[in-house]
C-alpha cells in the first residue's frame, strides 16, 4: 500500500492510470527567443518583467483582478510581485512576453549582490571578489555561506536563467549611478557573470540603466561619466530605460527583434509557415496529445514541503527549498508533460507552487505588504487552477484550522481538490492509517467538501510522488466530465424510487427529471413541482452525496438547483387588458 485513500473510489480503479510508466520531462520551447532580466537588487527587474507580460496569451488564465485595485502591490496572480524591500524576488519566474510584435520566454530573477556572488561556489569558477571581502576562496572554509539555502539558491535559480538566455538583459539602476552613487556592485556582478556563464554561451548581454524616465536624468552633473563607465564593461553602451513608465523600449525592442532574426537563421526559419513562435503556447500540442493541460495549484500553510514537492514531480531544483518558513513568494508556474509513452498520450500540466497561506494576524508586518502580496498570489492561484493539491505536515497528525479553511475555499470557488499528506517518512504509523485519519477530520469538520482523495507521501525521499499525477488527473476528468441526459435520469428514477423525498404543504413531492447544465465544477438542475426550499437541503445532501458515490466525483463541488415546473409563468397574461400594448391594442382608450 502507498497511502492513497478514498472511500468511494479504491485504490484498485487508479491502478490502470499507474500502470504506464511515469515519464517527466520540463518543458521548454526552444524555437522562442529567451529573454533574462538580471542585476543587482531595486533595479528594478521584475517591473520589467510585469511590463513584458503578455496578458493576451494563456498566462491572461492567471488575472482575476483589473489592474487598478492592486497597482503597486503585485497586481494581478501572473505579475510578479514588485516591493522596494531588497532580495523580494527569489525564484526563477517565467512566463511568455510580448514587445512590438516578438514574442517570447521572459525570466525573472533574483538581485544578485555580494551575498549572492559569494554563494554561487560553482563550477565554472570562483567569485573572486570574496577575497577582497575577507572571504576565503575555498568553498568549504565558509560554512555560513555554504548554509545559506536562500542565497544559494537564488544564485542557482539566476544563474539557470542565464543558461537559458538567448538575450541578457543587464538591468541597474541608472538614477542613482547619476546621482553619485558608486558602481561598485554593477561592475562585481559584470565580472561574477562572465565567470559563471557557460563556456562557449553565444547569448547577448544588453545593459540596461532603469529609472531613467523623462529628461530629467540629463540635469544631473556627472551623469555622463557615470554611463561611459559602464561602457566600459564589456557589454556595449547601456541602453537608457525607464521599466515603469515604459521609456526606451523601443531600444530594446530594436535589440529583441535582431536577435529573434538571428535566432530564426540559425534555427533554419525561412518564413511564417516554418514559424511556430507565432503559438507561443506551442508545447502544450508537441507531444501530439489531445488531451486538455491541467493548471495545478499546490496550496497549503508554510513549510508543509509544498516547493519539495514540485521539484519531486518535475526531478528538478526548479525552485527554492528549505527548512525556512516563507522562502516562496511568488507564485511559480512550471510547465510539465509526464507519460508521453502512454496510449492515451502525454498530458501536459501547468504546476503552480504557492507561498504559504497563513491568517493576517499571523503574517511578518515588518513595514511591507510582501507576505500579503504573495498571499494575493496563491489565493489567484486556487481561483484559477483546474485542480488544488493541499499539502498537509503529516507529522503534525491532524488538520488545523487554517487547512479546513483553504479546502473549505477550493470546494466553494468550484475547483478539484486532492489532499497530500507530506513528510509521512516521520510518521510512526503506516501512511494508509494517516490518510484514512485525515478523511475523517475532513468529513467530519467539512462534510460539503466530499470523498477526498488523500495521498501521503515523502517528497523530500521521492515516496508515493509518482502517484500525485496520475490522481489528479482521475480527478480533473471527474471534475470535467458531463454525464449523458439518458444515463443520468436512469440514474435519477433508481435513486428517487429508492428514496423518495418527503411530502411537501401535504402534495406529493414529484420529480420528473434531471440534467446537468454545466462541468467544472459538476452543475445539475432537478425539475418538478417543488421549489427547492420545499425539497429541503437534506434531500439536496443526499442527491449530492449519491452522484458522489455512484459517479465517482471525489473531492469537488456538486451544484444542484430546482425548478419549479407547475409555476404560473409570470408573462403569460402580459400585453392584456387596458394596460397592454402589441400589434392590435393601443395600450387604452382611444383617443
Known sequence: MFGLFSRSRGLHQFSQLLRSKWLSTTVSNDRLLQVAIIGPPNAGKSTLFNRFLQRSSASKRLMTEKRGRNRGKGGMVGRAIVSDVAGTTRDRRETIGNLAGVQFKIFDTAGVDDDVMGSSFTGRGKYR?????????????????????????????????????????????????????????????????????????????????????GDAWAQMGGGDDALEEMGRL???????????????????????????????????????????????????????????????????????????????????????????????????????????????????FSIVDTAGIRKASLRD????????????????????????????????????????????????????????????DMLEGTPDEYAMGVKDQVDRFLPHVG???????????????????????????????????????????????????????????????????????????????????????AYVRFLRNQMRADFGMEGMAIRIGVTNTNKKNPFADKGKGSGGGGAKGGGGKGR
Not at 498537509?392 to 470546494?411: F, G, M, N, P, Y
Not at 470523498?451 to 482521475?474: K, Y
Open 129 to 213: 571578489g570574496a577575497k577582497r571581502r575577507g572571504v576565503p576562496k575555498n568553498p568549504t572554509a565558509v560554512p555560513d555561506i555554504r548554509e545559506d539555502i536562500v542565497l544559494k539558491g537564488m544564485a542557482e535559480q539566476t544563474l539557470a536563467a542565464i543558461d537559458l538566455a538567448d538575450v541578457i538583459l543587464f538591468l541597474f539602476d541608472g538614477r542613482s549611478l547619476m546621482k553619485g552613487a558608486s558602481a561598485n556592485d554593477v561592475i562585481e556582478m559584470a565580472r561574477w557573470l562572465r565567470r559563471h556563464r557557460a563556456p562557449g554561451a553565444s547569448s547577448q548581454v544588453v545593459l540596461c540603466a532603469n529609472k531613467l524616465e
Open 234 to 348: 564589456g557589454f556595449g553602451e547601456p541602453l537608457l530605460v525607464s521599466a515603469e513608465h515604459g521609456d526606451g523600449m523601443a531600444d530594446v525592442a530594436s535589440v529583441l527583434v535582431d536577435a529573434e532574426r538571428r535566432k530564426k537563421e540559425e534555427l533554419g526559419i525561412t518564413s511564417l509557415d516554418d514559424d511556430s513562435t507565432s503559438d507561443p503556447y506551442a508545447w502544450a500540442s508537441s507531444t501530439s496529445s489531445s488531451l486538455e493541460p491541467i493548471t495545478m495549484a499546490i496550496l497549503g500553510r508554510q513549510n508543509v514541503g509544498k516547493s519539495t514537492l514540485l521539484n519531486a514531480l518535475v526531478s528538478e531544483n526548479r525552485v527554492i527549498t528549505g527548512s525556512v518558513p516563507g522562502l516562496t513568494r511568488d507564485s511559480i508556474a512550471v510547465d510539465f508533460t509526464y507519460g508521453a509513452d502512454r496510449p492515451s498520450g502525454a498530458r501536459n
Open 365 to 424: 508586518s515588518a513595514g511591507d505588504s510582501i507576505e500579503d502580496d504573495s498571499v494575493r498570489d496563491a489565493v489567484r492561484s486556487l481561483k484559477l487552477a483546474h485542480v488544488c493539491v493541499l499539502v498537509l505536515e503529516a507529522e503534525k497528525l491532524h488538520l488545523t484550522k487554517q487547512e479546513l479553511t483553504i479546502a473549505d475555499s477550493v470546494i466553494r470557488e468550484g475547483r478539484a481538490l486532492v489532499v497530500v499528506a507530506n513528510k509521512s
Open 451 to 537: 470523498d477526498v482523495i488523500v495521498i501521503a507521501t515523502s517528497s523530500l525521499h521521492g515516496s508515493n510522488v509518482e502517484h500525485v499525477l496520475p490522481v489528479v488527473e482521475g480527478v480533473f476528468e471527474s471534475w470535467n466530465s458531463r454525464v449523458t441526459t439518458g444515463e443520468l435520469n436512469k440514474w435519477f428514477r433508481e435513486v428517487v424510487a429508492s428514496n423518495p423525498p418527503r411530502m411537501s404543504k401535504g402534495r406529493v413531492t414529484k420529480l420528473k427529471y434531471i440534467v446537468q447544465a454545466k462541468a467544472r465544477p459538476p452543475t445539475f438542475r432537478v425539475f418538478g413541482n417543488v421549489d427547492e426550499k420545499d425539497l429541503g437541503d
